[in-house]
Antibody
Framework: QVQLVESGGGVVQPGRSLTLSCAAS????????MHWVRQAPGKGLEWVAV????????YYGDSVRGRFTISRDNSKKTLYLHMNSLRAEDTAVYYC???????????????WGQGTTVTVSS | AIQLTQSPSSLSASVGDTVTITCRAS??????LAWYQQKPGRAPKLLIY???SLESGVPSRFSGSGSGTDFTLVLRSLQPEDSASYFC??????????FGGGTKVEIK
């Protein structure tokens, strides 16, 4: 079945870096744009970033632009989020999500992972 | 950035009621809007795509409408399992792809 599994979350000190991974299965990963969305404790959803199906176009939310980098390895069916200069306000559950329409970057999201928790604290 | 304003932020209704949630965009986004349902501790679930298209497997008591700046999600014949938070999200070609603030639906 179509599945996304995130990993790499944990506790990290402010100013440090962390990389999240999202392993995809059950669909043709290389044909869909992929997103990262996060949710701080008790808060709503915040869109973080999107990458096109071929990896050549990337867009970011205002609060992470310049600090986070989204990337993908289509041969490994894996999405990544490299997070630098982490702040307390980056503490959240991070979800990866699959775009709805083939080869579309600005899109809704029809499949979500279970999320991985990132806690930024000294 | 396009802002999405959802209202109400929370509501309480009885089984069998009809509830309406609105999402207003700060500028026109054609029909590029999705609605999601999220239950506590779970990932969001896509309900409605492109303003009004019901996602496969979603009960027909859910419906969406709207275009431009004003959108609505209607839940008819409310069921206990509809207790959740609901979020709108735009995917117009004007990133970032923001979410609305959410609406928490409680069943009395």
């Amino acid at each position: 079945q179509v599945q996304l599994v995130e990993s790499g979350g944990g506790v990290v000190q402010p100013g440090r870096s962390l990389t999240l991974s999202c392993a995809a299965s059950g669909f043709t990963f290389s044909t869909f744009g992929m997103h990262w969305v996060r949710q701080a404790p008790g808060k709503g959803l915040e869109w973080v970033a999107v990458i096109s199906h071929e990896g050549d176009n990337k867009y970011y939310g205002d609060s992470v632009r310049g600090r986070f980098t989204i990337s993908r390895d289509n041969s490994k069916k894996t999405l990544y989020l490299h997070m630098n200069s982490l702040r307390a306000e980056d503490t959240a559950v991070y979800y990866c999500a699959k775009g709805y329409i083939v080869a579309t970057i600005f899109d809704g999201m029809d499949v979500w992972g279970q999320g991985t928790t990132v806690t930024v604290s000294s | 950035a396009i802002q999405l304003t959802q209202s109400p932020s929370s509501l309480s209704a009885s089984v069998g009621d009809t509830v309406t949630i609105t999402c207003r965009a700060s500028q026109g986004i054609t029909s590029a809007l999705a609605w999601y349902q999220q239950k506590p501790g779970r990932a969001p679930k896509l309900l409605i795509y492109d303003g009004a298209s019901l996602e496969s497997g979603v009960p027909s008591r859910f419906s969406g409408s709207g275009s431009g700046t004003d959108f609505t999600l209607v839940l008819r014949s409310l069921q206990p399992e509809d207790s959740a938070s609901y979020f709108c999200q735009h995917f117009h070609n004007n990133p970032p792809l923001t979410f609305g603030g959410g609406t928490k639906v409680e069943i009395k």
